[in-house]
Nanobody, 114 residues
Framework: QVRLVESGGGLVQAGGSLRLSCVVS????????MAWYRQAPGKLRDLVARISPRYTTTYEDFAEGRFEIERNNARGTVTLQMNGLKYEDTAVYYC????????WGQGIQVTVSS
């Protein structure tokens, strides 16, 4: 059974930092794409950043320069370092992997106080 478990969320003041981690079990992640999405209240779930099996990274405009996605295939993890957090970054953040099957984590709350 494949499981994705996120950690590292919480409450932070604007300008602060958080590091989200997602541990994948039940699957060799070496060949899968990995990503972080987020969903704010009343909005659609949006891509934040993704990283390919060859470590190519892609960031949405709002994340570029502030967030960094990394993967560790040996540990089966994908992390999202978030710096310079803004109130509008408040959302539930989801770990997502695909290739060929699709899996989602349960989500973790990030709240940024202004």
């Amino acid at each position: 059974q494949v499981r994705l478990v996120e950690s590292g969320g919480g409450l932070v003041q604007a300008g602060g930092s958080l590091r989200l981690s997602c541990v994948v079990s039940g699957l060799d992640v070496g060949g899968v794409h990995m990503a972080w999405y987020r969903q704010a209240p009343g909005k659609l779930r949006d891509l934040v950043a993704r990283i390919s099996p060859r470590y190519t990274t892609t960031y949405e405009d709002f994340a570029e320069g502030r967030f960094e996605i990394e993967r560790n295939n040996a540990r089966g993890t994908v992390t999202l370092q978030m710096n310079g957090l803004k109130y509008e970054d408040t959302a539930v953040y989801y770990c997502h992997i695909w290739g060929p099957d699709i899996y989602w984590g349960q989500g973790i709350q990030v709240t940024v106080s202004s």
